[in-house]
């Protein structure tokens, strides 16, 4: 069955430094989201992605934040300067061009910053 | 989007159905109802969707009111790894339409 990947599993940060999660969305999908969740908190939309563009963005996703599809396979998210409070999982997931479709999701980047 | 209210949390025995409720009183004519879950601090996971009608696959039925201003999620034979927290999710009808999460229902399933 087609998943989301996204890598690394976990990432260990110090304050200040730019790190991009990586994600490979399903083939055929050509829809793209990230969505972070801090410890014990809600699943929270950052972006959406379509046709090389951003089709809708949340607050949070500030211009520290970035997200680019680099190659026909790829689908990073870049945060320039990180902070304490980027500390989360954060969520990669895509869907195919249908309507009314649902969104798969990858297991998750814990990022850790110090 | 419409908001979905939920109870916190819910317990089931093995084997039993589970049935989830959720409201969404504000539902609009466009919207669908969706249901993910999440085990752990795993990725969510799709369950099922439906706009009126009644729907069932491998995983689950969803059962949503003519008005449709309430849904019930049934798992009909849960298992202990249907623990789970379950998202009742209504979404504007447009493929790239972003999820909105609220706080879930804590499922447990109990031996």
């Known amino acids: 069955e087609p998943e989301v990947t996204q890598t690394p599993s976990h990432q260990v940060t110090q304050m200040g430094q730019e790190v991009i999660l990586r994600c490979v969305p399903i083939?055929?999908?050509?829809?793209f989201y990230w969505y972070r969740q801090i410890l014990g908190q809600k699943v929270e939309f950052l972006v959406s992605?379509?046709?090389?563009?951003?089709?809708?963005k949340s607050e949070i996703f500030d211009d520290q934040f970035s997200v680019e599809r680099p190659d026909g396979s790829n689908f990073t998210l870049k945060i320039r300067s990180t902070k304490l409070e980027d500390s989360a999982m954060y969520f990669c997931?895509?869907?195919?061009?249908?309507?009314?479709?649902?969104?798969?999701f990858g297991q998750g980047t814990r990022l850790t910053v110090v | 989007d419409a908001k979905t209210t939920q109870p916190p949390s819910m317990d089931c025995a093995e084997g039993r159905a589970a049935n989830l409720p959720c409201n969404h009183s504000?539902?609009?004519?466009?919207?669908?109802v969706y249901w993910y879950r999440q085990i752990h601090s795993q990725g969510p996971q799709y369950i099922i969707h439906?706009?009126?009608n009644n729907e069932t696959n491998e995983m689950a039925s969803l059962i949503i009111t003519e008005d449709r201003k309430s849904s019930t999620l049934i798992l009909p034979h849960a298992t202990l790894r249907d623990t789970a927290v379950y998202y009742c999710?209504?979404?504007?009808?447009?493929?790239?339409?972003?999820?909105?999460f609220g706080q879930g229902t804590i499922l447990t399933v109990h031996p």
């Open positions: 997931a895509s869907s195919d061009p249908g309507v009314y479709t649902e969104a798969f």
């Open positions: 083939s055929n999908h050509l829809y």
């Open positions: 992605f379509y046709n090389n563009e951003i089709s809708e």
């Open positions: 504000t539902i609009s004519g466009n919207e669908y």
């Open positions: 439906g706009l009126k």
């Open positions: 999710i209504v979404r504007k009808g447009t493929s790239y339409g972003k999820l909105t």
